[in-house]
């Protein structure tokens, strides 16, 4: 599978944006897909883990705030983000693994490039 990722952006404190990752070469149906981010000399962090059957889980950083789903049909999984803060600014990734629900990065094979999102007034 490879997976493409896209939607990031400048916004401003309090913004709503939504990141997607469309999937390619293999259904995504098949795949627990994970978002993370990262900023410059910082560990990837994981912010939500999406399960086959669409049930999420959330880095407590973003609980509350952040929303992630997919679309088995149409190939792609979203990252509805609300309410972003400054903290929020990094690499945006999505990764497609096996396991549901975890935000360990080493259990993700394969990984997106990755899309910038920026909040900054």
């Known amino acids: 599978v490879q997976l493409v990722e896209s939607g990031g952006g400048l916004v401003q404190p309090g913004d709503s944006l939504t990141l997607a990752c469309a999937a390619s070469g293999s259904t995504v149906r098949n795949y627990v897909i994970g978002w993370f981010r990262q900023t410059p000399g910082r560990e990837r962090e994981g912010v939500a883990s999406?399960?086959?059957?669409?049930?999420?889980y959330y880095g407590d950083s973003v609980k509350g705030r952040f929303t992630a789903s997919r679309d088995n049909a149409k190939g792609t999984v979203s990252l509805q983000m609300t309410s972003l803060e400054p903290e929020d600014t990094a690499v945006y990734y999505c990764a497609a693994g096996s396991t549901c629900g975890v935000l360990d990065r080493a259990q993700y094979s394969t990984w997106g490039q990755g899309t910038q999102v920026t909040v900054s007034s």
């Open positions: 999406v399960c086959l059957g669409g049930r999420a």
